[in-house]
């Protein structure tokens, strides 16, 4: 999975633009890597950046997924847990130089993979993240939809929630994919956090410019599920359960007198 800070380190180590690697290398829209190489052994197929017996064709741009593993990362009440599950550490099989390795700390392995950059990019990318759906919420409780007993607003978050990536990318559209994928940010673009508040804004900026003016109830509830889409998008991306993140939200509206 991919934030877009990712996406645009991949294409600045492959000499493409963002959208070129997006394109070629990605799928639903950019929050996913295309694993389309060749067949292992295990009948898996290879990530679209490996290269036969040489590796990663872009090992330093590689995401937080690829540098964490075979670690897990949860935030949990503002604090990063890692975690690794199974009985015994993977790749033995075909990896057997692994058992060789220093044994380290998980703090000398992240070190070791220059990981502090992509969490800082993570996290706040789960920031961007709630700001997108703060705007759905303050269009469907500070309008009259709430108020008038709309009951298919949050039925469609719960739909959104279970969709797949690929619908919902195609539910969301491509206009607002690109600007969540594949943002104008041409300055500051090595320091992941400011970075994400420059997309923060561009994605507050669209948000206002479009539904600044709406005026009947379905202009209202179409733009609630489009900005809860687009904010869900970006949580698979950031590797989130989308279906628990709408339920969350869900619970949360109705907590502040929306209906379903």
């Not at 294409?11 to 639903?28: A, G, M, V």
């Not at 993977?90 to 057997?96: E, F, I, R």
């Not at 303050?138 to 797949?164: F, H, M, P, Y």
Request: hydrophobic letters at 40%; glycine letters at 6%.
């Amino acid at each position: 999975m991919l934030n877009p800070w990712e996406l645009l380190n991949f294409s600045t180590e492959k000499k493409i633009t963002p959208r070129e690697f997006r394109d070629l290398f990605t799928e639903f829209g950019g929050v996913q890597l295309l694993f389309n190489g060749n067949t292992d052994k295990k009948g898996q197929k290879a990530c679209s950046q490996y290269v036969d017996n040489a590796g990663c064709s872009v090992h330093q741009g590689r995401p937080l997924a690829c540098r964490l593993y075979p670690l897990g990362r949860q935030i949990q009440f503002n604090k990063a847990h890692y975690m690794y599950e199974g009985a015994a550490f993977p790749c033995l099989t075909d990896c057997a130089e692994v058992l060789d390795l220093p044994k380290l700390s998980v703090g000398e392995y992240l070190k070791g993979q220059e990981a502090g950059p992509f969490e800082k990019a993570q996290d706040a990318y789960l920031i961007v993240m709630q700001n997108i759906a703060d705007v759905a919420f303050e269009l469907l409780l500070e309008s009259e939809l709430a108020a008038s007993g709309d009951t298919k607003t949050l039925k469609a978050w719960r739909t959104l929630g279970n969709d797949i990536p690929e619908v919902l990318a195609e539910k969301i559209g491509n206009e607002w994919i690109d600007c969540l994928i594949i943002p104008n940010i041409t300055e500051s673009t090595e320091n992941p956090i400011i970075f994400a508040k420059k997309h923060n804004d561009l994605m507050l900026l669209k948000a206002q410019e479009q539904f600044g003016s709406l005026q009947t109830l379905q202009e209202l509830h179409e733009a609630v599920v489009l900005m809860i889409a687009v904010a869900l998008h970006l949580a698979r991306g950031l590797g989130a359960d989308a279906k628990e993140i709408s339920e969350h939200w869900i619970e949360t509206a109705k907590s502040h007198g929306a209906e379903e």
